[in-house]
């Protein structure tokens, strides 16, 4: 059974910085994707960006130059480091592990960490 837990949200100020966690626990598969990923209140929920097993990065045009993923291959954890944060960035943070097959894809889910960014 696979486990995706996000952590690290909080409050703070615009312009300040947050860097969230995203550990997964449990077999990944070979071929995965780890997307982080947000909804503000009374939105849908919006792409942030991607990181492929291959090492390529898809990122959302209003997470580039601001936002940055990266991981930590020893511990199976992957960040986002939000940078110069603004109140629009306030929503719920969520980090979904695809593991892709040639058959189907399957996608886990954590269950969102809380930024808010205060003017």
């Known amino acids: 059974q696979v486990q995706v837990v996000e952590s690290g949200g909080g409050s703070v100020q615009a312009g300040g910085s947050l860097r969230l966690s995203c550990a997964v626990s449990?077999?990944?598969?070979?071929?995965?994707?780890l997307g982080w990923y947000r909804q503000a209140p009374g939105k849908q929920r919006e792409f942030i960006v991607e990181?492929?097993?291959?090492?390529?990065?898809k990122y959302a045009e209003s997470a580039k130059g601001r936002f940055a993923i990266f991981r930590d291959n020893g511990k199976n954890t992957w960040y986002l480091q939000m940078n110069n944060l603004e109140p629009e960035d306030t929503a719920e943070y969520y980090c979904?592990?695809?593991?892709?097959?040639?058959?189907?894809?399957?996608?886990?889910w954590g269950q969102g960490t809380q930024v808010t960014v205060s003017s």
């Open positions: 990181m492929h097993s291959s090492g390529r990065i």
């Open positions: 449990g077999t990944i598969f070979s071929t995965h994707a």
């Open positions: 979904k592990m695809t593991f892709i097959t040639p058959i189907r894809d399957h996608d886990n």
